[in-house]
């Protein structure tokens, strides 16, 4: 079976490469004995995990050209097993190399290789294509692009990876249940494949930072908590977030360490504990400076917790620097949304409600709809009441999800509609939003204070209108 694929952009001339206690010098010219020394002291080396010695006489050297591209295959032969490594260069510079592993002879090793280095290359820029597409937004069309590479591949590592993003495509497709459960099953099915790789490169003790097995284990780990944790599926989410903590850092595994860290911030989010929320992403931000300015989710959490818990300076400061750091639309209507919600708690109602209009009309979104009819209430209730029905009907169509938390948006809209016919349909759909989130999340979720009083003015909505109803005696 294949061990695995890892590419490098171009670096060096030489590949060094470990057999158990020997390593062995690659270029386009052929192999030769490399001291221990020098592998000790290479990071470019990769230790690859063969259980037996294998003395260079073993080793085979062979060499396909094929227009600018070369190829190199070298056949190690040892104990009634054969190992074929496969490296491409261009320019003289290696820019990958494949290996397998099998206990057959050389010639069924070389066989399973079979690829040339223009069907390598033709999958090369046919998954650069998909990552463009994926990039810019096109995830129907990346999606299809991923699958073809991935009916096309030779190597296992490569096809983990290629389910996992067709994964990360049907999610971003839509968030809803059935794109939920499609990019789950996509996420299963590549740690299925994965564990019948890992349980191989484990035997024989692949370890290292450089892993590709451990790194794509774990992201493969985080996206499944995250799909748990929008289900609603919390405990099945904080098990995977864990375990990817556990493991990650020791690893060197920074990225799947902070992704896994504010994992743990969202789960901590939708149970209302915000000082939590807080004192974990505050550490993120810290421990990932380097990259804080890419990590838009991050910093609009921490500013949106900092809101809620009264800190409106350091929120206020946080979200214009974002302002002066993303010109997407989308992400800066959502970036004026928590300003205007800021000048609404100061009482600065003319730049509230202008920031609330400038988010609405940039990109329509529910909490600026509702915002703006909240503060239109008085000086253009019709206005208002025509925004809160619109609301009304987005939250009716909205899917679930446990990261949004509408019970003020909800007690905008009823409060607003409180003397109106349309109240009553308000309330039976302000009923069947909390219907939907018991079912799907914990009972600890309503036991914010916020919550609470959300349930409670529910109820006394409803005993008035029970009130009102009830027969005279």
């Not at 609603?232 to 493991?247: D, N, P, S």
């Not at 909240?374 to 909205?398: G, H, K, N």
């Amino acid at each position: 079976m294949l061990l695995g694929s890892i590419s490098f952009a171009p670096q060096s001339e030489v590949l060094e490469i470990a057999f158990g206690e020997h390593c062995y010098r690659v270029t386009a010219q052929g192999v030769t004995a490399a001291p221990l020394d020098a592998y000790f002291r290479l990071d470019l080396c990769t230790p690859i995990p063969i259980p037996y010695r294998l003395p260079l006489e073993a080793v085979q050297f062979r060499e396909v050209l094929d227009g600018e591209a070369k190829v190199v295959r070298v056949v190690v032969q040892g104990d009634g097993r054969a190992l074929t490594i496969t490296t491409y260069w261009q320019q003289q510079q290696w820019i990958a190399f494949t290996l397998c592993h099998q206990s057959s002879s050389s010639e069924e090793v070389i066989e399973l290789c079979q690829q040339s280095s223009q069907t390598y290359f033709d999958l090369e820029r046919r998954e650069q294509l998909a990552w463009d597409l994926r990039n810019n937004g096109h995830y129907q069309e990346a999606r299809e692009e991923f699958r073809q590479v991935l009916y096309q591949t030779k190597d296992p590592l490569k096809g983990c990876a290629l389910m996992l993003e067709i994964g990360n495509c049907e999610y971003l497709l839509g968030q809803s249940v059935e794109q939920s459960s499609k990019a789950y099953q996509w996420y299963q099915r590549a740690q299925r494949a994965l564990a019948l790789y890992g349980s191989e490169a484990q035997l024989s003790d692949f370890t290292g930072k450089y892993n590709p097995w451990k790194r794509l284990h774990m992201r493969i780990l985080v996206n499944l908590a995250n799909i748990n944790v929008v289900r609603g599926r919390l405990e099945e989410g904080k098990a995977g977030y864990e375990a990817v903590i556990r493991y990650a850092q020791p690893l060197g595994l920074q990225r799947e360490y902070h992704f896994a860290l504010q994992g743990q911030a969202l789960i901590a989010s939708i149970l209302g504990q915000r000082d939590r929320v807080i004192d974990v992403l505050e550490f993120c931000k810290k421990i990932d400076v380097a990259t804080l300015r890419e990590n838009y989710s991050l910093r609009l959490n921490l500013s949106h917790s900092y809101i809620l818990v009264g800190r409106l300076i350091e929120a206020d400061i946080e979200l214009k620097k974002m302002l002066d750091d993303y010109e997407q639309e989308e992400l800066r209507a959502t970036v004026i949304y928590n300003l205007a919600w800021i000048a609404e708690l100061r009482g600065e109602i003319g730049t509230a409600l202008e920031y609330y209009q400038w988010s609405y009309s940039t990109h329509p979104n529910l909490d600026s709809l509702v915002g703006l009819a909240w503060l239109l209430r008085f000086q253009d209730p019709s206005e208002a009441i025509s925004l809160v029905l619109q609301a009304v009907r987005l939250l009716e169509e909205v899917a679930f999800d446990p990261l949004q938390d509408y019970t003020l948006e909800w007690i905008k809209i009823l409060d607003i509609l409180r003397h109106r016919p349309q109240f009553y349909n308000a309330l039976d759909s302000a009923g069947f939003w909390i219907a939907r989130m018991s079912t799907c999340l914990p009972a600890a979720y309503w036991e914010t204070p916020a919550r609470r009083k959300f349930l409670q003015c529910i109820r006394d909505y409803e005993n008035s209108l029970n009130l009102a109803s009830s027969p005279k005696v």
